[in-house]
């Protein structure tokens, strides 16, 4: 049921180009500069704050303008890079944590995994920039490694488990978050020459993830990731957009220990995917063991991250496929150039969905970042070449618990 | 730099809430673009210091009263008068939930209905986070996860966090009162 229709290439170009007008939109002054507006979330939504929030957000938006820069070559995309860039580094403590980094638990800071997903875009940044021979790396890297030491190595990480604890003092353990963290290690030893970074750090991580990864044959589940670990529960709920986030920090563990396990890991992951996607190109919410499911909100921006997860497995020759995912997020472009959040909020919980319909609709930087970074690295052109035309973005209600204030 | 970060503060959903509506209710009033924070904050210094995360709207002539004890809200009104106080304090199911709780939210209650008539104040909104119906919610997803049932666990979570405003007559036996008042005309 998976075929895949060919996503238009001048409606790729065209949505890269109406995200890049959207987020220079959602640039705001208060309380600090950055990218701000609202967040809903599968758990909870954050709409009373609608500031700057330092978070994942980042992430998607800097390697998408860094891709953009390195396949076309407008030194525009690279300025808009380091905009970014810079927003992270003014936005950063004196402790380290980066200000209002909680997205749907905004404001608030040390949320994760967001302040490594900041990280990685610190060091993407870096890792441009040094290729380019500008002296301004140092500042990015210095940035991001001073969060990771304080924040990840300094308080999350659990030494005599080699495990990336889901927060300070708390025994948990989240894949998805642990990816991104891995991620981010390997970028920082990249960045530093210190191999140890990642004999330490990712690749105890990595076998965590694979650790949590069902692998029975016939089984519906086989290949899915399981969502965390509490204590030493594992809880069995299995969420395809973070399943696909552990997808990159597997292949990448894989390619610098040569390990085949890892890239083992990462194809059953994607074909999993594959399996469970349904025929329009969307994906359930959150599948459960004995069939069970919930389908609802179906992400639509967000599925970015499950484009850039099946693309780079394509890439290293498994049979499958993006396309209708793709597909699925073009479907989701709106005039002002945004691309929805997702398609039924309001079925979530029966009875109560009247309060959150309005959710499928909002704009969100931390769910655009995805489907930006996704498509810039597919388009065949440049977003200059795109001669559509985009509206101002829509402001959204400040909503409370589903009650509008 | 610091080699350490500092902690971090996992806010409880009913105080998040609150604050979202003393902002949400502060942005309505004062139909302002977000700008510096409030002139007057009084009460639990960490409340205080979550409240400034917003950097809400400008209000010159508001007090906040964000867990304050009545003794400190009163001399506050009574030494600068503003003409709009928010409080955020505890509801009456906050006493019969706090032996229930890990963490309990030390607040105190709000002034008196006759205390703040005597102040010469008038309540404009008066909101509840987490009433009963939040609570039933909440006994239903503890019922379902014990059940092994986590797909409606979650639904009733989700249901819990969407049902945290008290509406009608609930909003009265919230465990967190979130009230506006203004000053007699």
Known sequence: MNAPAAPDPAAIAAAVAGLDWWFDGMRIGGPFPGYGGPVVHWWNHCLAYQGAGLDWRYEGIVAGYLTLWRRFGDRSWLDKARRAGDDLVAGQLPDGHFRNSGFERNPGTGGTPHEVAADVALLLLAQALAGAADPAAARYLAAARANLEAFAFGQLWHAPTATLWDAPGAVGFVPNKAATFAEATMLLAAATGDDALVERYAVPTAERIVGLQIRRFGDPLDGAIAQNVLGTRVVEKYFPLYIARCVPALLQVAERTGQTRFRDAAVAAARFLVRIREPDGGFPQVLYPRGRRNRYPRWIAGQGDIVRALSLVAAEGAPVSADATVAWILGGTRPDGRIATANGFGRVVPGRGRRDRFADEVGVVGWCDKAFRALAAITDRSPTESDATFAAPVPTPRVVAGVVR | ?185
């Open chain 2, 1 to 185: 730099m610091s080699t350490t970060a500092g902690p971090v503060l996992v806010v409880p959903l009913s105080i998040r809430v609150a604050l979202d509506l003393v902002v949400a209710g502060i942005a309505r009033d004062a139909d302002r673009p977000d700008g510096p924070a409030p002139a007057r904050t009084i009460g639990v210094p960490w409340l205080i210091a979550e409240f400034e995360r917003y950097g809400t709207a400008a209000v010159t002539d508001a007090l906040i009263a964000l867990g304050a004890s009545p003794e400190e809200a009163r001399a506050a009104i009574v030494a600068h008068r503003p003409a709009r106080v928010w409080t955020v304090a505890a509801g009456p199911l906050g006493a019969l939930l706090r032996p229930l709780r890990a963490a309990p939210v030390p607040l105190l209650p709000d002034l008196s209905p006759a205390a703040w008539r005597e102040l010469g104040y008038v309540a404009a909104t008066a909101d509840g986070v987490e009433g009963p119906g939040a609570v039933l919610w909440a006994i239903a997803e503890r019922a379902w996860t014990a059940g092994r049932r986590p797909d409606l666990a979650d639904r009733c979570r989700i249901g819990l966090i969407r049902s945290m405003v008290a509406t009608g007559g609930h909003r009265s036996l919230a465990t967190v009162a979130v009230r506006a008042y203004r000053e007699r005309a």
